[in-house]
């Protein structure tokens, strides 16, 4: 006899849920007494709207907890790469400034 875990039979549930009522909704909306072009539009817009609400679900579900180690040695990797850039940027604006107004550049200090 196969074993399920308690995760996969939550995710059927959730998903089996999800189209159940995304069939009956749909289903509702067609036999309602509108016209067509507008329900075809509202319907379009609910399942457009649903399957964001759901997409964000499972991505809160599937995302872990904790972020893994190499995870936070990126971010912070980028973060320092940004630092950097915004520091150059700066320099480069500073000596764009001076060369505007006729200051020569200063040399750059000898670590």
Do not use: C
Not at 8 to 36: I, N, Q, Y
Not at 45 to 60: F, K, P, R, T
Request: charged content about 25%.
């Amino acid at each position: 006899m196969k074993r399920y875990s308690a995760g996969s039979v939550f995710r059927a549930g959730v998903w089996g849920s999800v189209l159940g009522g995304a069939v009956g909704f749909a289903l509702g909306m067609l036999v309602a007494p509108e016209d067509g072009k507008k329900i075809r539009r509202r319907l379009a817009y609910q399942l457009e709207h649903l399957s964001q609400q759901v997409g964000g679900y499972i991505d809160h579900i599937t995302q872990p907890a904790e972020e893994s180690a190499a995870r936070q040695r990126g971010d912070a990797l980028v973060a320092d790469a940004r630092e950097r850039a915004d520091q150059i940027r700066q320099d480069i604006d500073a000596l764009l400034g001076e060369v505007k107004h006729g200051h020569p550049p200063k040399a750059p200090a000898n670590n």
